[in-house]
């Protein structure tokens, strides 16, 4: 692990690499998920999902699966609480009525006292469908006599959307007949057309990147145990938001949201899709018939009824001047949002025109619904579809005007201060720092090619999101630190909290315990997505421990006579400074905290945070790459990942998220494709046809942190989990041009596109 | 209800009878005991106890106990980890080794997959005993010939033992050869010999009072899980101090504490007795196992291996002048401390001799050693036998003198600053006022008596416990205010706390949710006897909501542009002191500062008490009785319960401690009592034999709340727990003497006891 250091503050733990604290749990299958969870008089639940992509729900026979013994009901959704709820969103599709809008959709669910009753029930329902058309793509979904799927309009849901990062919502303007169309984001500044009358040189490329699947080990899966007396529910659940989840299932089912409380339990990988998808269903069954639920979702199942990242086309006009100034940039954009919108396009707008200073901007994205599932969030969404257009075109551009591309970047991308495509300025933003430290690599400086390879990289920045939250801490009275957050940890931000408590009250992380609270007890914290749970956590558990160590400090003094001033922490105890034999164990402190009525009280803290601006990641990805030409084949020979972390709080598991974003963007840019076909069926519907990277398909990957601090965030950390998927496939698509002299547009850049590329230049 | 009220505050939820807020849950069997707690891959554990009361373990027969289908485990205490352990209380008294020292003892631990396999393998277990000597009372273990039960000397301890209430440990001086004596304490004050020289009457009694079962409804249970990983366990029990059982089991099974994690689930009932009897057994055979283990007492087995009340003796003599002045009080108190040692000798005698202003005192206290299960507390231990003994001699001796029992006390009884037996003087005392107010009832002044009916009183206090203690609070973006503490319920005291919060932040009691942590993420907080956690929780859950609420008031003033000083909290909404229309629901608040980032964080606040003063709480009973002189059976007709609460946070809860508390007293005075046959074996072992009140025993119960402030206590609060347990077998047995003119000696006052005592006057 390779880390540069820029005013890193002088500490004793943070900023020190050191293991997950839950890393032993999971790796001798101690950890418990969800699908672990038991309560007394559990259902399993299977549902049936629909077969087709597009049609009205003629009948349902349930007879022949309630006669299987261990089947408790057989339930369509007008058997359900939510009968009479308008369907608008995925999470809110419980069951399909009337009519069915994609591949996947649940519409019966079967309720059984064992899994295999469940599933011998569910395979004996006979749904009978009328079929309708069906558009399984873009171009489908806007041909001009394309069948319109909402053609009452889209109906309007009424639940929270989770955000992924900060984006100024616009005002919205629609007209017009109903399409399947269904909205437009702008972005413009400044005169295109006069830009480009500018240039010297102009660039278009038509860009087609697939849909993915987010791929974690563990299925989407609850268990959801209805309480009678309160009339709410618990539920266990995997998720990246116990609160999002909570409110979710509370508006759904109209009960109070504290009567809701969700565990969020040991999460097997969420990547963006895990917020609350299928909880709904499971609560809905749960509360209808008043016991207690399990659903785990088998692969196929959460492969066709998740939410994957949206299939997106950019096309993109670059054009720049001798001198190497970028004049202006049109982009149309266009996502296929599937069967409801989840409203990324103004995302992916924004994302495409803010890495660089633009003069003159002028993008559009149009987002389509189709027959497929409702698309949603992948670890940085809309950043890695549009990085690898603008960095495929800045780096066509560089080569057409005869220009270094690492300094033609450097003259034009952005800086802080400088405007997004929105007009709002980038807080602290250090894209350039991060390809000045990778143009210094051998990799870069050598060259170090044979025939076929190839060297590329691409930039690309992250906002991040950021939400306020809140922690407690408190002392016990074994001299443990107790950390209580509402977090959920996906990424090993427990592991950071730890090493923040430790570091404010001088004991060593072994002694700090963090507890994820569920809803009731957990303070409130944001999803962990949109890389901001660490950067809002962090001030928060600071806050805590900070106000627990002022009570700390006050009993300590008052047990050793001195003045508060003069008292220290260091090594779990608190000491009058420079006189070790003074110590008193800060264990002891809680113990007389607990007991004494000379003491004030318990040892308890309470902090929270909100920080006021984004503190944006930024990454340079550079690949070394062979082609076959014969074969179109990519391998990824070595792999340069350098990243803004701010202050990577344990660098450790920075290097493991960057490790991890590098081999999902290898993913991303060659391998994962959710591939339907025209009748709507999902022909990626498994890990055999889903291709997800093998270790085969890893290079060596160097990851370089760069501290370079934000002025916001805790301790000067930026958001560190979604930058570093950002780059790889532009990263890869550049150095693919630089093996084989052809520009790849189509992500997935499996061998047949890549072979075609080689191919079709050729011709 | 009658309810008096001096100074109440001005309030809209305090001091107003509410229902208890887990009524509904427990009527309809919802509410979730240990007894419905199961985990993945729960084994059940059945103990083996010992059938004879002193003896040596000479084998144990394991083959076929082993036979049974589905046992998977016959231990014994060689078998676990504990082995090399030496029994020092009854709670680490985990499985007997060698040596049994009452009948009772858990010997054998036999673990299955069902809970009837269990049972099978327990009754297949053969023990082979060698019968030693045995004492089963006072008499037997203190003769001279007596056999000794621990020949070396009662084996220290190193259990936290968890106080009752506060009382002064005195430097203890043992010497002389090893008996089964355990331990004197002494009060003394003045010259006992020239006080009674000056007495012109002196009154000489000498009390029995029998053993009690705590007769809770539900036994003791728990179920423990290990964690392999962590090394650590998770213990669901019912207990009334989830704290402390966490630290006995980590301290027995040598864990760092933190990493024993505490639920306690729904109580059905302590009184004093579920402070971790059989956590430490059934936590050291999952240890052992590494799977996780249930234990749920069968009533039987909850009679005899748990921890009654001790068996007391009390001589008293008691002396006063014609002017009615009291001039000295002499006692000796043995105590029967079964086969270990639980020290409340200490505490009875300071019972004994604080109520009254003694000139001159002298109080001896002795505890012996016998073989029966370790004697425990039962609510207000100490008190009612103490009491019994102080207010039946007082009667006499006001007969004697030919005063009125009323005008004798008042001119003797303790007042504030009054010295306790132990010299230190009384916190805020009100017996008197309680006394003045009883003395004004019609029962009293009317004395309406046929034939062979009596009315009698008695008086007592209690000094409360007091200790330190926590509490979390926030605003729920649904308006909920969310209250986090770590004590566990066994007696409304949640309840309370809603009314608390719910008052400081001016909602709705029902929109406060109080959330009972498990000892991980619940702030500290002390155990749920000595009558203290009311009064200790109520500071911290009052200084939680007062914290969150200058939050909350911060961001409203924010939010309505104006000062903070021009907003109020009314209904659930802040607003411009007297503008309505100005109203934002907390709810929003809690919504705009978890999501904004113009908010200055999540609306969550923490608060901590630490009472520097006991709140003694005060009695006067009254009570009225038909005696049938033939049988000597006892009919209470009428009982008046005056007591002074200071502040009654909830006058239905206190109401109904009181009616509790009565009943308990009735039973005390009248039926119950816990039999040791010669050889140990207990005559009491079912609810067949061991005889609690039943609904036709117990009569109209008027209570009085007198709200006379504690001056430290919060609101002017004060213990209720405990009080209305200490006076009714002495108010009894004074009603007796009026009725038939003989004072009964020994308690509970059965049919042949008081038949008895009619026929030996007669004589």
Redesign the interface.
């Known amino acids: 692990m390779a880390s540069a250091s820029i005013d890193k503050p002088d500490t004793k733990y943070l900023g020190k690499p050191r293991k997950i604290i839950d890393g032993?749990?999971k790796v001798?299958g101690?950890a418990r998920y969800v699908a672990?969870v038991?309560?007394?008089g559990l259902l399993h639940l299977r549902p049936v999902l629909s077969t087709v992509a597009h049609a009205k729900i003629i009948s349902v026979d349930k007879s022949e699966a309630l006669k299987i013994p261990g089947v408790v009901a057989v339930l369509t959704a007008q058997d359900l609480v939510t009968r009479d709820r308008t369907i608008t969103s995925r999470s809110d599709a419980i069951l399909a009525k009337d009519r069915v809008l994609f591949v996947g959709q649940p519409v019966v669910a079967v309720v059984a006292e064992t899994e295999a009753a469940a599933e011998d029930g569910a395979e004996a329902v006979i749904v009978e469908y009328e079929e309708l058309p069906v558009n399984t793509s873009i171009e489908a979904a806007s041909a001009p006599d394309a069948h319109v799927t909402w053609p009452e309009g889209l109906p309007k849901g009424d639940l929270e959307v989770i955000s992924h990062a900060e984006v100024e919502e616009k005002e919205e303007v629609e007209s017009g007949p109903i399409t399947n169309h269904y909205k437009t984001s702008n972005f413009k500044r400044g005169d295109v057309e006069a830009g480009f009358a500018e240039a010297d040189a102009v660039v278009e490329n038509h860009f087609r990147v697939g849909s993915q699947y987010q791929g974690y080990m563990e299925t989407h899966g609850c268990v959801v145990e209805p309480?009678?007396?309160?009339g709410g529910l618990t539920i266990y659940t995997t998720t990246q938001a116990q609160f999002g989840v909570r409110?979710k299932v509370?508006d759904i089912l109209k009960l109070?949201?504290?009567n809701v409380k969700v565990t969020a339990m040991t999460v097997g990988g969420g990547f963006g899709s895990k917020y609350g998808t299928i909880e709904p269903l499971a609560a809905t069954v749960a509360y209808t018939l008043n016991r207690p639920v399990k659903l785990i979702l088998q692969r196929g199942e959460d492969l066709k009824t998740t939410t994957p990242a949206p299939a997106t086309q950019i096309k993109i006009k670059l054009g720049a001047k001798k001198d190497g100034s970028i004049t202006a940039l049109q982009a149309d954009i266009i996502l296929d949002a599937g069967a409801f919108a989840f409203d990324f396009g103004q995302l992916t707008g924004l994302l495409l025109g803010s890495n660089y200073k633009y003069p003159n901007l002028d993008i559009e994205v149009n987002e389509y619904i189709t027959n497929k599932t409702e698309m949603g969030a992948y670890r940085a969404p809309g950043a890695y579809q549009s990085t690898f257009a603008v960095e495929s075109t800045i780096d066509d551009l560089a080569r057409k005007l005869g220009l270094d591309p690492v300094a033609f970047r450097m003259q034009n991308l952005s800086e802080t201060d400088d405007p997004m495509a929105n007009g709002a300025p980038w807080p602290s933003l250090n894209i350039k720092a991060c390809l000045e430290r990778m143009a210094e690599h051998p990799l870069w400086l050598d060259q170090p090619k044979a025939e076929g390879e190839g060297i590329g990289f691409a930039v690309s920045a992250w906002p991040c999101a950021?939400?306020?939250?809140?922690s407690?801490c408190?002392i016990?009275?074994?001299g443990?630190v107790?950390v209580?957050v509402g977090s959920t940890d996906i990424s090993g931000v427990s592991s950071s909290m730890v090493l923040i408590a430790a570091e404010v009250l001088g004991v060593s992380p072994s002694e700090v315990?963090l507890?994820q609270?569920n809803t009731?007890?957990?303070?409130?914290a944001?999803g962990s997505g949109g890389s901001q749970v660490t950067y809002s956590l962090s001030g928060?558990v600071a806050a805590a421990a900070e106000?627990v160590k002022v009570k700390l400090l006050e009993l300590a003094a008052d047990q050793l006579e001195a003045r508060v001033e003069d008292v220290e922490l260091i090594n779990g105890a608190a000491q009058v400074k420079g006189v070790p034999s003074s110590a008193i164990k800060i264990g002891k402190l809680a113990q007389i905290?607990?007991?004494?009525?000379?003491?004030?009280?318990?040892l308890?803290?309470?902090g929270?945070?909100?920080?006021?601006?984004n503190a944006p990641g930024a990454v340079a990805h550079m690949v070394k790459v062979k082609v076959d030409k014969d074969t179109g084949h990519v391998q990824v020979l070595d792999y340069v990942a350098v990243q803004d972390v701010g202050y990577a709080i344990n660098p450790m598991l920075v290097e493991g998220q960057i490790h991890g974003g590098v081999v999902q963007g290898i993913g991303l840019g060659l391998f994962e494709n959710h591939v339907y076909d025209d009748y709507g069926q999902l022909q990626s519907g498994s890990f055999m046809d889903y291709a997800l990277p093998r270790s085969v398909d890893v290079p060596n990957i160097e990851a370089i942190q760069l501290n370079l601090p934000s002025p916001q965030g805790p301790f000067g950390a930026r958001g560190v989990g979604e930058p570093p998927i950002t780059a790889g496939a532009a990263a890869i698509g550049n150095a693919i041009r630089d093996a084989v002299g052809v520009r790849v547009t189509e992500m997935p850049m499996r061998p047949p596109v890549v072979w075609k590329a080689i191919h079709e230049q050729d011709k």
């Open positions: 032993l749990e001798v101690r672990d038991v309560v007394p309480d009678a007396v309160k409110n509370a109070k949201r504290s950021l939400s306020p939250s809140a407690t408190r016990d009275g074994d443990t107790k209580v315990e507890i609270g009731d007890v957990g303070p409130f944001p928060a106000d905290a607990e007991s004494s009525r000379s003491s004030p009280g318990p308890i803290g309470e929270r945070s909100s920080i006021k601006q």
